[in-house]
Every structure is written in structure tokens, then in C-alpha cells.
């Protein structure tokens, strides 16, 4: 199955969303709210209820943590020769420190791989959604007028469904309790996960606007989050014991645009929203050419 193929079904579930947006005028934080707080979890729910944890779990977690600071690293060595404030290189890490593999990603990684692929990259939509709930809640509260970066990333992950999701998906694991019939309930609402929250990202897009864009900041944003990204994952994950699989997977994700819940938290706290706004929407657009060419030399070369 050609690269070109695997991109359109999911770019066209991502229209349907923008158009819906566009001539409905529909409330996306309510969908979006359902996705977060009842399909997603249920989904984590039961990919944890399945799977053996194993050592990959510490080389996931260990690659994510060291692509996501390493990409701040550069974005803070960055805003220091451009001369930015602190509020512009927050944003800047909003704009390209923060992945988007769970609207974009993990639905990638189902056609690309099939069900095979899933689980690795549903245990990575965690860890980024954990991630993004601590470090880019900081970020956003720091580049804030008024910032409480500690306070507010901890309230976030107390409320963070997914994580909740996977605690009580390992525990009914570990003490081997029977779903019975309820199992069949626990689907329905796991396998809606996917195609909602692809319907999300397109109305969230559709309602985001390029004005007054930065240049310099948006070219940077999409240099580090589409090119510079997927080259840093790769030497992270080059000498990991995992299998081949799941370093294609890893690369792959990390080629993925800017995550759109970046843009709300710039929103909420006032942390360059146009700029991030404007990453999120032109990095997705943009990927229809850089992702095809990232999954071709991962699944070649790896």
C-alpha cells in the first residue's frame, strides 16, 4: 500500500471534521470533552487490560522524555540568539516540543501497520498526553502574564482521564478480573475513540485563523517539529534493544504536526495563541509532504 493512500483516508475523516465545523457552527469543546473524558480513557482502559507490561515500556518512556527536552533544549538556544522573551520562547516549545500522536499519530500508525502497531502507539499517546499535561501546561502558565507553572500542571494531571484510564486498566490485569459481557460495551466505546477525535482535529482547525503570522517563528516552529524531530528520535532509538517495529513507530511519531491541545493551552493562559495556533494548522497541512518522506526512510533504513 502506497504512502499516499495510507495519508488520505485519514486527511479526509480530518475534512469531514473541517467542513462540519465550517457550515455547522458545532460546539468542538463538547466533542472534544467526550473524546478526552469517555472515549479515550476506555480505549487506554483497554489496551493496558490487554497488554503484558515488559522493559519497552522504559525505552517508550525514556524516548519520549529525551525527545521532548532535547527539542526544548533547541528551541531555548534558539530564542536566545533570536533575542526572544520568555513568553515568545514558551510558545515556541508549545509550538514545537509537543506531538501530535494522538489525533494525527496514533490513527497513522492503524493504517500504516494495522492493529499490530496500536498498542505501542496508544502506550505513546499516554506518555505524550502525561507530557503535555505537566510540561506544556508549564510552559503555557510560564509565558502567562501570570504565571503559576508547579500549581497548574498539577492540578492538570490530576485530571488527566487517561492516565486514570491505565490504572485501572493494569490493575484489572494484574488480579485477572473478568470483564464478562460488559467487554462487549468496553469495544463499542474504545474502537469510537479513534475515529472521533480525528473528527475533533478538523473542526478544532477549522476554527483556528492565520493572522498577523511571524514568519520567523512559524518556520522555526515547523523546521524543528517536521524535520528536526524525527531526526532527533532517530538517534535516540537507533541503539535501543526494541524491535524494528517499534523504532519505525517512534520515528514515525515524532514526524507527526504540533499537538493541537498546545493551542488551547496557549489560549487559556495567553502564551502566543496566534503563533501556536498558526503552528498547529500549517505543520498539519505541511505534513501531507514531510510525513510520507519520514515513513519511507524509517520503514526502509530501520
Known sequence: MSIITILLPIFFVFGVGYLAQRFLK???????????????????????YEQEIDSSYGYLSIYML????????LVSILSKIYGYTESERCGLVLSSAFMNNGNYGTPLVLFLFGTVGMETAIVLMVLQQLLM??????????????????????RAVRKMPMVYGAIVGLIFQWFHIPLGTIRDGVDLIADAAIPVIMVTLGMQLANIRLRAIDWRKLSTALSLKLMIAPLIAAGIVVFMPVDPLTKQIMIIMAATPTAANTTMYAIQFHTEPQNVSSATLVSTVSSLATVPVVI???TTFV
Open 26 to 48: 458545532l460546539e468542538t469543546r463538547v466533542l472534544s470533552n467526550l473524546a478526552l473524558y469517555v472515549l479515550v480513557p476506555l480505549l487506554v482502559f483497554r489496551t493496558f
Open 66 to 73: 529525551g525527545l521532548c527536552f532535547a527539542l526544548i533544549g
Open 133 to 154: 499535561s505537566t510540561l506544556g501546561v508549564y510552559y503555557a502558565a510560564k509565558g502567562s502574564p501570570d504565571h503559576d507553572g508547579i500549581k497548574s500542571s498539577l
Open 296 to 298: 519511507y526512510l524509517a
